[in-house]
C-alpha cells in the first residue's frame, strides 16, 4: 500500500496536533509532578491551541495569498503576546518573593513548541522539548544546591 494515500493534509494536522500535546505534555508532566500552578493540561493545551493558531495561520495564508497580502507570522505573534497573559496568572508574589516565573516561561516554551509542530518544524520542536525538560529537571537539583550554599 502506498504511505501516500494515508499521508492526507488531515492525518498530517492530527500528527502535528497529537506531537504538540505529547511535546507538551512531557514538559507538563513535570511541573504538574512538582505541583506547581500550570501542569500537565495546561501545558497540552497551551501547544496543542499554538499548533492549531499555526496551521490556521498558514492556511489563511495560503488561502488568500494570490488576492491580498497577508502576512502568516502575525497570528504566531499574536499567540507569544498572548500567552504573557496566561504566564501573569501562573506568577504569584508572596511577600518579598516571586513564585511561578519558571511555570510561566515554561508555559511560553510551550506554546512556541506548540508553533513549530503547527509549521512542522518537527526537530526543533523535539529539541526544544529536550532542552526545556533538562532545564526544569537539572537545574532545579543545581539551583538547591547553590541556595544551600549560600545560606
Same mark, same amino acid.
Given at each position: 500500500?502506498?504511505?501516500? !494515500?494515508?499521508?492526507?493534509?488531515?492525518?498530517?494536522?492530527?500528527?502535528?496536533?497529537?506531537?504538540?500535546?505529547?511535546?507538551?505534555?512531557?514538559?507538563?508532566?513535570?511541573?504538574?509532578?512538582?505541583?506547581?500552578?500550570?501542569?500537565?493540561?495546561?501545558?497540552?493545551?497551551?501547544?496543542?491551541?499554538?499548533?492549531?493558531?499555526?496551521?490556521?495561520?498558514?492556511? !489563511?495564508?495560503?488561502?488568500?495569498?494570490?488576492?491580498?497580502?497577508?502576512?502568516?507570522?502575525?497570528?504566531?505573534?499574536?499567540?507569544?503576546?498572548?500567552?504573557?497573559?496566561?504566564?501573569?496568572?501562573?506568577?504569584?508574589?508572596?511577600?518579598?518573593?516571586?513564585?511561578?516565573?519558571?511555570?510561566?516561561?515554561?508555559?511560553?516554551?510551550?506554546?512556541?513548541?506548540?508553533?513549530?509542530?503547527?509549521?512542522?518544524?518537527?526537530?526543533?520542536?523535539?529539541?526544544?522539548?529536550?532542552?526545556?525538560? !533538562? !532545564?526544569?529537571?537539572?537545574?532545579?537539583?543545581?539551583?538547591?544546591?547553590?541556595?544551600?550554599?549560600?545560606?
Amino acid at each position: 500500500m502506498d504511505l501516500k !494515500i494515508l499521508w492526507t493534509p488531515e492525518v498530517q494536522l492530527l500528527v502535528k496536533l497529537l506531537l504538540a500535546a505529547v511535546f507538551g505534555g512531557v514538559i507538563g508532566f513535570e511541573r504538574e509532578y512538582f505541583g506547581k500552578a500550570a501542569g500537565l493540561r495546561t501545558h497540552c493545551l497551551v501547544a496543542v491551541a499554538s499548533c492549531l493558531f499555526m496551521e490556521v495561520s498558514t492556511g !489563511i495564508f495560503e488561502l488568500y495569498k494570490t488576492q491580498v497580502l497577508v502576512d502568516p507570522s502575525r497570528i504566531a505573534a499574536q499567540v507569544v503576546s498572548g500567552i504573557g497573559f496566561l504566564g501573569a496568572g501562573a506568577i504569584l508574589r508572596s511577600g518579598v518573593s516571586v513564585k511561578g516565573l519558571t511555570t510561566a516561561a515554561s508555559l511560553w516554551a510551550v506554546a512556541a513548541i506548540g508553533l513549530a509542530c503547527g509549521v512542522g518544524l518537527y526537530v526543533a520542536a523535539i529539541c526544544t522539548t529536550a532542552i526545556v525538560v !533538562i !532545564i526544569l529537571c537539572l537545574f532545579s537539583k543545581l539551583e538547591a544546591r547553590i541556595t544551600k550554599r549560600v545560606e
